[in-house]
């Protein structure tokens, strides 16, 4: 059995030979981008995606968050995140074998008209056979289904957040046709089950007697001005909050300004997050980096993501956790602390770091402990957000980038799980590199 055959074999019936066959795969030229995209053609028409709904599993979209940190770690630190994250979308629920053979099977004619119908009579089936009738999608054509959906807030915003994904990793793995394919037809699927547009419904009712658009500027505003809106986003009721923030937006603020504020104020929500809330609340960089990415400049899109943030609970000051003292901050001290649960630590050795401009060590660090954690066990949100700092940061005052790298390594902290997968994958790529 060749190489490539035996990591099809994984992939199809995953046994306890997965990191050795991974190991093998990655280790030929080009081996991480084939192996990924054998995993995404292979992975996508088999997994259960209909048995999720509402939600929605992460073993392919945190596909994109790992290749994304890729530039912060080191190769086997790299490595491995890729095995365990390819491991969990392997072990993701199946489709039955007669549904999987119908979703191979389906393809439509690759029309934008009839995907874009199906999508709106919310007829998921038909809008992922439409999307794979496609020749070979381009990044183009996932923006296009990411404006279909931006206003459309089912699971949290996660249509947007995956149209936007799966078209950044189809670029990341060379964007072949078959796989191509396969993720637009993904995207295709979640944009065309049951919407939600509650929030942006609301926001527009708030602005009927005046057109605007939110224009993409650089923030500007010191710390202490955003505090009001980052009072405003926390503690409000949703009525008074949106009343408020598109008052903000028709007086002309930018969307500089305007995620500075969501970024303060989703990394208060974070600390103030239950463990059993760490992941989801850590949800919300996820999507504020979608909008960071996409630009939009419709208001609704931003008071859904005001809204979002606001859905979180908000603890009173005092009973929050805060960072330790740490005369000498570094960075070891930095991932030990986030790595032997000490939150309190990790936060004063963050902030001591990113106070003294140490933005990408701090970064780094957070992607190294992520990488040593098993996606399994929280739904891979611990790669999902600190990707989606990756790529927040170079859109934030700095005063908002340290408070997001705060609140983050209280997160990765507390949400520490099992190693043992990411130990296995080191033995097998270790194993491999010695032959």
Request: glycine share 6%.
């Amino acid at each position: 059995m060749t190489v490539e055959s035996r990591w099809q074999q994984e992939l199809e019936t995953p046994t306890e030979a997965f990191f050795v066959a991974f190991a093998d795969r990655v280790a030929g030229p080009d081996g991480v981008r084939d192996a990924a995209r054998e995993a995404v053609k292979t992975l996508i028409p088999r997994i259960d995606w209909e048995a999720y709904l509402p939600h929605l599993p992460h073993g392919i979209p945190g596909l994109r968050a790992v290749l994304r940190l890729q530039p912060l770690l080191e190769e086997q630190s790299f490595l491995r995140a890729l095995a365990t994250q390819l491991h969990m979308a392997a072990h993701e629920g199946r489709r039955s074998a007669g549904v999987h053979a119908q979703v191979l099977a389906a393809k439509g004619s690759g029309s934008w008209r009839n995907l874009e119908g199906f999508i709106q009579s919310r007829r998921p089936g038909l809008a992922s056979a439409e999307a794979q009738g496609f020749d070979l999608p381009e990044v183009g054509d996932f923006q296009r289904l990411g404006q279909l959906t931006e206003t459309d807030m089912a699971n949290v915003g996660h249509k947007v957040a995956l149209a936007c994904d799966l078209g950044d990793l189809h670029g990341r793995l060379g964007r072949p046709k078959a796989t191509g394919r396969r993720l637009f037809g993904l995207a295709a699927w979640l944009a065309a089950t049951p919407e939600d547009t509650f929030w942006a419904r609301r926001a527009a009712k708030r602005m009927a007697d005046v057109e605007v658009a939110v224009p993409w500027t650089d923030s500007s505003l010191e710390e202490q001005a955003l505090a009001a809106q980052v009072r405003d986003i926390c503690d409000e009721g949703l009525v008074a909050l949106l009343d408020r923030f598109t008052e903000r937006l028709k007086a002309g603020q930018g969307a500089g300004d305007t995620l500075a504020a969501l970024v303060l104020a989703a990394s208060e929500k974070q600390l103030d997050a239950r463990r059993d809330l760490e992941g989801k609340t850590a949800w919300t960089f996820a999507y504020l980096a979608t909008l960071a990415r996409t630009r939009p400049t419709d208001p609704r899109v931003w008071c859904q993501a005001a809204a979002l943030v606001n859905l979180f609970p908000t603890d009173e000051p005092e009973e929050r956790v805060r960072p330790a003292a740490t005369p000498e901050p570094n960075v070891e001290a930095l991932l030990n602390a986030i790595l032997d649960a000490e939150p309190a630590l990790a936060m004063g050795h963050a902030q001591g770091l990113a106070s003294a401009g140490n933005i990408e060590p701090v970064l780094a660090a957070l992607a190294e402990a992520a990488s040593r954690n098993d996606p399994t066990f929280n739904h891979a949100h611990q790669v999902l957000c600190v990707a989606a700092a990756a790529d927040l940061l170079p859109h934030l005052p700095p005063f908002a980038q340290e408070a997001m790298l705060v609140a983050l390594a209280k997160s990765l902290a507390n949400s520490q799980g099992s190693g043992d997968l990411g130990r296995l994958a080191d033995r097998a790529l270790a194993a491999r590199e010695q032959l």
